[in-house]
Structures are given as C-alpha cells and as structure tokens.
C-alpha cells in the first residue's frame, strides 16, 4: 500500500506558493523568505507540476493567481497558520513565563511600557516582550502571542476584543497657560502653533484641527498651520516641549498627562472618536496561562485608565 504522505505537495514550494501569491511578486517572496528570486521560480514549478496546472500568470515583473490559485490560497495559509500553531503548542513549556505582544511603537512607549512594572510586580515570574512594529502582525510568522491593534476591530481570520476607545483632546506643557497669551478658550489658539499628528491611522472619524475648531465655531483661527509629524509619540512631545499645541489621542498622552507634564487646556475639549485599541491573535490559537493573564492585567488596567481620564 503506497504511504499517503507521498501524495502531499512539498512543504517548501507551498510556502513559495503563500507568499507569492500575497505579495504577488516573485522577488518580494524571495525577499521574505530569505532566497533568491529564481528559488521561488523553482519551487513554484515544481508545485505546478504536481498541480498539473498553471498556478501564477506572469504579465513582466508582475504576476497574477490562476484560478486553481485562487482557490487553494486561503486552505494553504489555514494549513500553515494550523501548523505554526502546533509548533507553538510544542514550545509551550519553553515558553512559560513569557508573553510576546505586538503593537504600535507610540502605544508601546506612551501607554503600556509605562504600566509594566505593575504587572511584573504581580507576576514576578513572567517577563513581558514588547515588539514595537509599525506594520500590522502577521501571525503567520511573528512569533508574538497576541498584538494590540488601533483600529475598528474588524479583522479577517482574528479574533478581537476591544481594550479600550479613544479619544482625541488639545494638550500643551503647562507653561502655555501662563503669561499674556495663556491659553484659557479655543479662541486664544491663534496666538499657538498647532501640532498635528499626521500618523497612518486613518480614522475618518478622527478631527483634524480645522474641525475641531469648526465643531466650536471658532474663526479665527487657521486649522492649517503648523508642523506635522508621522508618529503620535513625536506629537506628544513637540507639545511637551512647548512647541505648541497638539491634538493628541488620550491613551497616547495619558503618562504625560498623569505627570503633569502635560496639560489639557479645555474642559470641554474632548471628541471621542470610532478607532480603538484592540487585543488579536489568530482564531483558535492556544492562550497559555501567562498569556491569559497578560491579557486579564491589560483589561484592568485599561478599565482604570478610562475611570480616571488618564
């Protein structure tokens, strides 16, 4: 009786295949998986010859799925997604008392790093690993045990819980608010430079400054002025500085805030917007008790935070 593992295709060239055919590209395959260009050619013929079909179309220097592709891509990369997971399971011993999680660089160093000795206080036992990566983590080959994402929390093959909303309020150093251009109503902005945070979050629901100052009929102020930085956490700390004001997400500018190194100049400044911050990992994945326990810490100390405006 013939072995029925030999009717499997080869491991190597699906892995080729999956991130080919995500990438589209040959040559951004080979650059992910640390081989040339002409080893995914190779690989992939040699899925095509067990395939018996053609499985990319080559039009130049792209490349576009077959419908034989089309069709498999979403077993293979459940398959592969199911075996990581049981490498992971496998590990699971090894990595007892230690918790990887993802999540934005200005979220890692504004929010969570500042929270982490109390966790390592409760747990003494368990080391926290933050990963700070501006892209979205593919969980097909980080090796992070869950990510916090900023975001509505719609994610395809995840499952998500939400940590916490946002929201997105003017804060300035405390020396704004004092002298003959304090800041005391929306209308003394135009004496201020405006910060703007200008990070690839797009949240339509997000004011910029031009609507927030609309939204309280302020005039005279132009919305449009001002520097721009790509990352949250050089807002925070522009306005820190005493460079000006920024708008700024709450959770980001919570430490400063609670520090007094940082001030929110009006009461009523606050605009609550639709992006959050959620925990994911992988739908079924296996949660180790340390991880499970990460995530129960994170959970209250998300609680506190909204409860105290910080």
């Not at 500085?241 to 929110?264: E, M, Y």
Request: with cysteine; charged share 25%; proline share 6%.
């Amino acid at each position: 009786m013939p072995d029925p593992t030999d009717r499997l295709p080869p491991l190597n060239a699906l892995r080729a295949f999956e991130a080919a055919a995500r990438r589209l590209s040959f040559t951004q395959a080979a650059e992910e998986l640390n081989v040339t260009p002409g080893a995914i050619s190779q690989q992939i013929r040699q899925l095509e010859e067990y395939a018996g079909t053609p499985l990319f179309k080559r039009t130049g220097r792209s490349v576009l799925l077959t419908d034989a592709a089309q069709a498999s891509l979403p077993l293979v990369r459940e398959a592969f997604e199911r075996i990581s997971e049981a490498g992971r399971i496998m590990q699971a011993p090894a990595r007892k008392g230690r918790v990887m999680v993802s999540c934005a660089p200005s979220f890692a160093a504004k929010w969570l790093a500042p929270r982490l000795d109390g966790f390592h206080r409760q747990h003494e036992d368990t080391e926290a690993w933050i990963s700070a990566d501006m892209g979205l983590t593919d969980f097909t080959t980080a090796d992070a045990d869950f990510a916090i994402r900023y975001g509505r929390g719609n994610y395809e093959g995840l499952k998500s819980e939400k940590l916490m909303d946002e929201t997105v309020l003017p804060v300035c150093s405390p020396a704004l608010l004092e002298g003959s251009d304090a800041l005391r109503k929306p209308s003394d902005l135009r004496h201020h430079t405006l910060i703007h945070d200008e990070s690839n979050e797009n949240d339509p629901s997000c004011p910029d400054w031009a609507s927030w100052l609309r939204a309280r009929n302020v005039k005279d102020v132009d919305g449009t002025r001002g520097p721009r930085f790509n990352q949250a956490i050089l807002v925070i700390e522009a306005a820190a500085a005493g460079r000006g004001v920024a708008l700024a997400k709450r959770a980001i500018a919570a430490a400063d805030l609670a520090s007094g190194r940082l001030v929110a100049p009006f009461a009523d400044g606050s605009h609550l917007i639709d992006f959050g911050y959620w925990i994911v990992h992988p739908k079924g994945r296996h949660l180790t008790p340390d991880v499970r326990d990460f995530i129960k810490w994170l959970k209250a100390e998300a609680t506190n935070s909204e409860v105290v405006g910080v």
